[in-house]
């Protein structure tokens, strides 16, 4: 990869990986309602399954994900779909010290696996493999864009699930809680909005 375009590839992964959007929403409240150390497993989950999906459709699955328009809308309604439900999941959510038996952060499998249904992550990885990976080095072009996503997600998804438990000591009332956990669960419906409108 030209190092000319690495502070392009920089610029984006900071852009896309640090914005709201359902990861860092997700993250913030499960820092918030169930602290930074029991979130640990979703934040490794989503700073690794990104990049893993970026490396995948880059060398694999980017050219069938770009023609096929019903695979393309399939995944972006049925993700959809889901991040609604998780919006109404973390809406209603209890919070630290939440007697509900189903109260849980989320598992490293599956933050890894929500972002093969999460489209902002598609969006994300068709544009980034699109633009930075070179067909005369596909392998070594796509470990750069997933090396350089990775790192930055890493951080990124630490940064989002300390915020959320730095503002835990100021939700210590449920009625706070309760509009924090709508705050968050507002955004992830924003980030839907804005994914369904192009």
């Given at each position: 990869?030209?190092?000319?375009?690495?502070?392009?590839?920089?610029?984006?992964?900071?852009?896309?990986?640090?914005?709201?959007?359902?990861?860092?929403?997700?993250?913030?409240?499960?820092?918030?309602?169930?602290?930074?150390?029991?979130?640990?497993?979703?934040?490794?989950?989503?700073?690794?399954?990104?990049?893993?999906?970026?490396?995948?459709?880059?060398?694999?699955?980017?050219?069938?994900?770009?023609?096929?328009?019903?695979?393309?809308?399939?995944?972006?309604?049925?993700?959809?779909?889901?991040?609604?439900?998780?919006?109404?999941?973390?809406?209603?959510?209890?919070?630290?010290?939440s007697k509900s038996a189903?109260?849980?952060?989320?598992?490293?499998?599956?933050?890894?696996?929500?972002?093969?249904?999460?489209?902002?992550?598609?969006?994300?990885?068709?544009?980034?493999?699109?633009?930075?990976?070179?067909?005369?080095?596909?392998?070594?072009?796509?470990?750069?864009?997933?090396?350089?996503?990775?790192?930055?997600?890493?951080?990124?998804?630490?940064?989002?699930?300390?915020?959320?438990?730095?503002?835990?000591?100021?939700?210590?009332?449920?009625?706070?809680?309760?509009?924090?956990?709508?705050?968050?669960?507002?955004?992830?419906?924003?980030?839907?909005?804005?994914?369904?409108?192009?």
């Open positions: 990869m030209p190092l000319e375009t690495l502070p392009a590839l920089t610029a984006l992964a900071i852009a896309t990986l640090f914005t709201p959007g359902p990861n860092n929403a997700m993250l913030a409240a499960s820092g918030a309602n169930f602290g930074f150390r029991r979130t640990i497993p979703h934040l490794l989950g989503v700073a690794a399954g990104f990049p893993l999906m970026l490396l995948i459709v880059g060398l694999v699955l980017g050219g069938l994900f770009q023609t096929s328009a019903i695979l393309r809308e399939t995944l972006r309604w049925g993700g959809a779909l889901l991040l609604l439900w998780i919006a109404w999941k973390i809406a209603n959510s209890g919070g630290i010290g189903d109260a849980r952060p989320m598992h490293f499998v599956e933050a890894v696996g929500f972002q093969w249904i999460n489209p902002k992550a598609w969006s994300m990885a068709v544009a980034a493999t699109s633009q930075f990976i070179l067909p005369s080095a596909p392998f070594t072009t796509a470990i750069v864009v997933t090396a350089t996503f990775l790192t930055l997600g890493l951080g990124s998804a630490a940064t989002w699930t300390y915020a959320g438990q730095a503002i835990a000591r100021w939700l210590t009332s449920a009625k706070r809680l309760r509009i924090f956990n709508l705050i968050m669960a507002g955004l992830i419906v924003l980030s839907i909005v804005e994914i369904l409108r192009h």
